[in-house]
Every structure is written in structure tokens, then in C-alpha cells.
């Protein structure tokens, strides 16, 4: 029972978010390091930096921060001052960023060719679409 939900809400989610992220696009340079990107799976402005990466075909090491996590929530805290997620760190450039839409603009402009998809580079629009499937899907468990 929980598989096929779990199948279905993907497609819906990947449906709701016009597939972005399914394919790769215009690629620039590539990292030495592999960037850091702190996230959690819950979170859906975190799912816009993961499918900016995915575009880009960059590696990353992920660090898990759910709700109550001890381990990276601290790391993110001490080094960016507060707790907010996604949290990108890029040890090539010694940059390190909050707000998905600053870390998307700067993946496409460090690692692309500097323009963002219009699913990933329409704001406040883009977020109100994550957030109304979220709405949606809720209301079907
Ligand atoms: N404007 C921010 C919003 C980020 C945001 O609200 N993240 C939530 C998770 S979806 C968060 O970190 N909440 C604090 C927490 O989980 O402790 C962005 O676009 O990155």
C-alpha cells in the first residue's frame, strides 16, 4: 500500500514540478572539490538546489539536517549563524550561501552558462508551485 503512494507522489511531484531536473543542461566548468549541500528531504526549496545539481551534473556530499538532527544541524548553525536549510557550501570558491534562489543563480552562473531554467529561476513562483503540490498531496494521505 505505502509503495505505490510513495510511487505515485513522486510522479505527481516530478509531474507538478514539469520534470526539472530529469535532464542535464548547458554545462560550464567543473568543481575540483565536490560542493556541500546541507539539506533535508522534507524541504522543498531544498529539492530546487538538488535539481539545479542534477541539471549541472555536479557532485555533492550531502549532510542529512532533519527536524532534531544532531550531527549537521549544529555544523550549519555554527558556521552560517543560523538554522535554515538548504545551506550550500563550495569549498573551490570559498563561498558559502542560504536562500535557494541566491544558491541556484550561483550554481548556473559558477558550473553553467549562467542562465537559470524558467522553472528554477521564476522566484516566488517557483516556490508557490512546490508549495500548492505539497497542499495537494497532503490531502490525499
Ligand atoms: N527563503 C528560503 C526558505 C528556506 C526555508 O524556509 N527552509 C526551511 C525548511 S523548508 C527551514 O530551513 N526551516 C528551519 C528548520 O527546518 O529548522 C529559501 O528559499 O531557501
Do not use: H, W
Not at 9 to 38: C, D, F, H, I, W
Not at 105 to 118: R, W
Amino acid at each position: 500500500m505505502i509503495r505505490p503512494f510513495d510511487v505515485a507522489t513522486s510522479v505527481l511531484t516530478t509531474l507538478g514540478r514539469l520534470g526539472t531536473g530529469m535532464r542535464v543542461g548547458a554545462l560550464g566548468k567543473r568543481p575540483v572539490q565536490p560542493l556541500e549541500l546541507y539539506e533535508f528531504e522534507a524541504c522543498p526549496f531544498c529539492r530546487k538546489v538538488r535539481e539545479a545539481l542534477s541539471i549541472l551534473d555536479l557532485e555533492v556530499i550531502v549532510y542529512p539536517c532533519p527536524k532534531g538532527g544532531p550531527t549537521y544541524r549544529p555544523r550549519v548553525r555554527e558556521q552560517g549563524g543560523k538554522e535554515l536549510f538548504p545551506y550550500l557550501v563550495d569549498p573551490n570558491s570559498g563561498e558559502a550561501m542560504y536562500e535557494s534562489d541566491d544558491i541556484v543563480a550561483y550554481l548556473f552562473s559558477e558550473y553553467g552558462d549562467g542562465s537559470v531554467p524558467l522553472a528554477l529561476g521564476a522566484g516566488v513562483l517557483t516556490d508557490a508551485q512546490i508549495q500548492s503540490l505539497i497542499l495537494y498531496l497532503e490531502t490525499l494521505k
